[in-house]
């Protein structure tokens, strides 16, 4: 991982300012969370965390994952903003994916940046790096960083809380 600075940080920023526009349409009620892909200079795909199909009859915010068999393999209740961006990009621009960096944010519940902390989702971090994405890009309370996506994964599948 490494914090970006000067021209590539103020290049990473405007993203990072476009997927938190993208996290503050999220009706997930834990999280809000938005993000945006980007390959060869154009924004491919585009993503916010809500109910599967933003059906309310699959929305599971308030379940308690705990009550979940453990064989159930995602206890997250929505999908997530990275999923649903890698979609989009598959989708509308399939042949940009490879290669292309995603750039993931959180934001309060009024709409406010907030440290998006560290990887842990391995759902996310293995789709990215299933499809070629070449580097997660998130702001931390030190700055924006870089992963590549390798990396991420690895350090997504180590997660431990911080005591
Ligand atoms: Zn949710
Ligand atoms: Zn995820």
Redesign the pocket.
């Known amino acids: 991982m490494r914090y970006l600075h000067g021209v590539d940080e103020e290049n990473a920023s405007v993203h990072i300012r476009e997927a938190e526009k993208q996290a503050v349409l999220a009706t997930c009620t834990r999280a809000k969370c938005g993000t945006v892909i980007v390959g060869n200079n154009h924004v491919i795909g585009l993503g916010f965390n809500s109910p599967p199909a933003s059906m309310e009859s699959q929305r599971r915010c308030t379940v308690d994952k705990s009550s979940y068999d453990k064989k159930v393999t995602d206890k ?1 209740c929505c999908m ?4 649903r961006a890698i979609l989009d990009a598959l989708t509308s621009n399939s042949n940009r994916v490879k290669g292309a960096t995603l750039y993931f944010a959180r934001v309060d519940e009024n709409g406010k940046s907030k440290a998006a902390g560290k990887p842990y ?1 391995t ?3 293995k789709l990215a790096l299933d499809v070629g994405i070449s580097e997660f890009v998130l702001q931390d309370e030190n700055g924006i960083c870089a992963y590549g996506t390798e990396e991420y994964n690895d350090i997504s599948f180590n997660y431990k809380p911080e005591i």
Request: proline fraction near 0%.
């Open positions: 997250t997530h903003a990275e999923q989702c759902l996310c971090s």
